[in-house]
């Protein structure tokens, strides 16, 4: 049976209405950032909603009112105390749902049900999102340990809706990997007896390719980090420099592109072919290039120096 036998492609669940918004959202947000200066009337309530960090206007432009609503850069370690503990509950009751046949909490499986969850007979996708929730929750790990160990966070700031989205992002995200598991009218997940049976190629590169970005965009953010330190390893400053080195070399916000490589990579172990997760991941490209775009901004501006060849986000194109 093709592993997406079943599958009703169609169907515009809540989980992917909510991604295809979001989408949505994001690239008009994002065409409007490409648009030339005056063509669009400026709000300075929607350039405060969209950047944060070091693109975050800091000038007259942010009135007190808008200060009010600022809270820490470094607040992003949050996120991922969240995603760990969240998702590492979800891949807890995943493992012992295939394990052991324990099936999942009342209120879990009613939620996964209201959000879309796979409502048809079959097991093809059980290994296939155990993999992603493994790989959402070791991302997750590794971000939390760059946040204490790794980066350097300034006085920057953020919006405090951006904080709340980011809250809720990695709650949803780990909902979002869940309700691909089919379930049965028994609300009993497969039994992992026979998980390894389902191991495929895709399974494979997926893994592969999720290696190779996360080493890359660790080593970005290492970059980054050292920027603010002397060889000893002490932070001696909070200011920007010019980072090079891997894919710096190629785009000014390397570790965008390899998040965007990550998702890419769960897509395929998906199989390529769930169409949810490939709404998360137009998601990912457009939220992150929106990103990456306003950076690069950021870095042409402050650097006159600074390497024309250096695309925002996509070598050689974007």
């Known amino acids: ?21 979001l989408t949505a959202a994001f690239l008009l947000t994002l065409v409007l950032q490409l648009v030339p200066a005056g063509l669009v009337p400026g709000c300075a309530l929607f350039q ?11 000038g007259p432009s942010r009135s007190a009112a808008c200060r009010v609503f600022d809270v820490p850069k470094r607040y992003f370690s949050h996120f991922y105390i969240i995603s760990v503990l969240w998702n590492g509950f979800l891949l807890w009751h995943l493992t012992q749902s295939l394990f052991l046949g ?78 691909q598991v089919p379930m049965d009218g028994r609300n009993v997940y497969v039994i992992g007896k026979n998980l390894l049976m389902q191991a495929r190629w895709f399974h494979i590169l997926g893994m592969m390719m999720f290696i190779w970005s996360s080493v890359h965009q660790y080593k970005c953010h290492v970059i980054l980090g050292n920027l603010r330190k002397n060889k000893a390893g002490v932070v001696i400053h909070c200011n920007h420099r010019i980072p090079f080195g891997d894919w710096f070399e190629y785009v000014s916000s390397p570790n965008y592109l390899a998040e965007l490589m990550i998702y890419i990579s769960m897509a395929v172990t998906f199989g390529f072919h769930n169409l949810t997760w490939w709404l998360v991941v137009t998601y990912v490209f457009f939220s992150q290039a929106l990103s990456a775009l306003l950076s690069h901004k950021f870095y042409k501006s402050k650097f006159v120096s600074y390497p024309k060849h250096r695309k925002a986000f996509l070598p050689f194109l974007f």
């Not at 405060?48 to 800091?58: A, C, P």
């Not at 204490?148 to 709340?164: E, G, L, T």
Request: proline share 4%; hydrophobic share 55%.
């Open 48 to 58: 405060d909603l969209i950047r944060y960090g070091k693109t975050k206007r800091e």
């Open 1 to 21: 049976m093709a592993p997406w036998a079943g599958v009703e492609l169609s169907a515009l669940n809540p989980l992917r209405a909510l991604w295809l918004a």
């Open 102 to 179: 324990v099936p999942f909490p009342y209120w879990l499986h009613g939620l996964l049900r209201i959000l879309g969850a796979a409502q048809f007979q079959g097991s093809e996708l059980a290994l296939s999102a155990f993999l992603v929730l493994v790989f959402l929750w070791l991302h997750s790990l590794r971000r939390l340990f760059e946040c204490f160990y790794v980066s350097v966070f300034s006085n920057a700031v953020i919006h405090v809706v951006q904080y709340c989205f980011g809250l809720v992002y990695y709650v949803l995200i780990g909902l979002t990997v869940l309700s």
